[in-house]
């Protein structure tokens, strides 16, 4: 049997263990000891001694030292060794006054016979997901969520198992509490100084929430197998991309700054950005190669190549700022071979090196309205037609220089939609990635980068 | 803040897009890639990407500086300077299957650098060498 798809893991890099038990299933009766530093049961065949009583048997019985409890259900048992024991990852399904009855992938005694001198631990974070004896990921079911709590952390995480569509895998960092959806600094930051890549994600169907990579020798996030859905997530100073996805998936709230090449590469693939940000990274702030892909509401600013690069894409660009990227022959959007479905609504195309947009092919038929094009080095467009409602006027940033990109009044209500099909409704949306916020409107719930 | 370099404004020493000439450091600018850059003795720098293309490159002039989290891909560092949480890997740049510009990481540090180019790395000094996409603006 496999482990229940309600396990929940903990992982706490700096202070938990590499052998702890480390899960604990949310819907069983006991207590949950994962969420302590410290295993709550460590047997060591010497204070707490074991043994089981047959071949292929699921029951582990406590000769010494140790009595088991009712708390004890739900808990993840990592046997790293013994005498006819599988090492692995078992969850504690039963218990009476001498014994736990587990359930893992394998049986925890083997074919041999009866199982002794049998080490392991119970309860406890462990230190990483891809580290110990039996790794976490290596058990990773759909269902199962992941927390990793913020702390120093330097770990090659490699992802391989595969949930599903309908039941994903949750990886997600927090700062002080369990779902705190942290930001900043409070997010999990895996530092590799100068190592391999913090994550690469080669099952299929993740979420990864609110963690950090950065120092990579390559890429910080690597997704080879999809979909895969990262949020509030943030990647810098890697030695190439930021993130680098091959497969579907979609990018929420995510950072991406200082890398020495792409902030984020998006191959063949369908992939969106929303409300992510891109800058200072020494290549171009995101490309796409071939397939669908959509970019709202987000920031590329002082790259030192393009803004955004398109081949062979169907790109959908709304809402977007892109400022100031750096070079000769650099631009805000640059496209080299792409289809005629491409559409470009309500972005900000200003300060860049040479043109706002710019396209190698001559037809390009590409919907294009309600955008500004101000302060680009070169013209405002090449190749692309001019929009009925598009503006030139300065876009007001807040304060370009500190990163913030609000835009001013020039821009406020200018966007599409406008009035509706039919006359019976009128949108008002701003140009720009950073909406405006009047006095008396909704109250924003908090941020993500 | 406008961009360090345009289409239509370059530092005097502006070569290609590779070597794009020195400027002061300026702290509303974080990105700094290909730039040789003075920075004032003793400031503390925060965020700022100096990455070069070539390893070992003599990019940044200064004495007594504290670099967080910064990338200095490629730069040499002085022994003067410290650095907290910084990349200092050096790389050389390669094509990718697609023919763009990506890295070959040889090493984490200047110090362990031992100036063996692989030999598909892009050669970026001489402008008509560049081939693979690059525009070369004169």
Redesign the interface.
Known sequence: MALAATIVWEIRPATGGANNGGGFNSAAAGTDRSQQAAAQVVIDNAAIVCSTPGANSNTLTFDAGYTPSAADVGNIFCATAGTNINAGLYEITAQDATTWTVTGATNLTGAGGAGSAVTGNMGGARTGLSTGTTTVQSKLLGGHIVYIKNEAWNEAVALSASGTNDSMITVEGYGTTRGDGATASNRPLN?R??AGAPFVISGACYHVKYLKA??S??IGFSITNGPVLLIGCNS?????TGFTTTANGAFVGCEA?????IGFSLGSTSATLFGCYS?????TGC?G?TGQKTHAFCIFE???SHGLSD?NTFTKLLNCTLD???????DGWNI?SADSTIVMMNNIFS????DGTRSTLGGLQAWADCNCYFGN??VARTNFKVGPNDTTSDPGFAN???GDFAVGTAMKGAGFPGVFPGGTSTGYLDIGAVQRRELGGGMYRGGLM | ??????????PDD?YN?YF?GAVAFDP????Y??HAVTVPDGTVVE???F?QAEPKTEAITGENLVFR???L?NVAVHPSWTLE?????Q?YIVPDA?G????Q?VC??PDEFDDKKPEHARPVEGKDTLAG?V?V?E
């Not at chain 2, 803040?1 to 370059?10: G, N, Q, W």
């Open positions: 530092d100084n100068s950065t120092r020798n390559g810098y100073s890697n030695a190439t700054y200082s890398n020495t090449t800058h200072d990274n020494t290549a490309t190669t002082a790259n030192a081949t100031g990227n750096t070079g000769a022959s650099t080299t300060n860049n090196g040479r080095a070169g370009r220089s500190g | 803040m406008k961009p360090l370099v345009t289409a239509t404004d370059k502006y897009e794009r509303s600018w974080r990105n890639s290909y965020n700022c990407n990455a989290n910064c990338n891909s949480g910084c990349l200092t890997a790389s697609d763009n510009d990506s890295r990481f984490a540090t996409g525009e603006v």
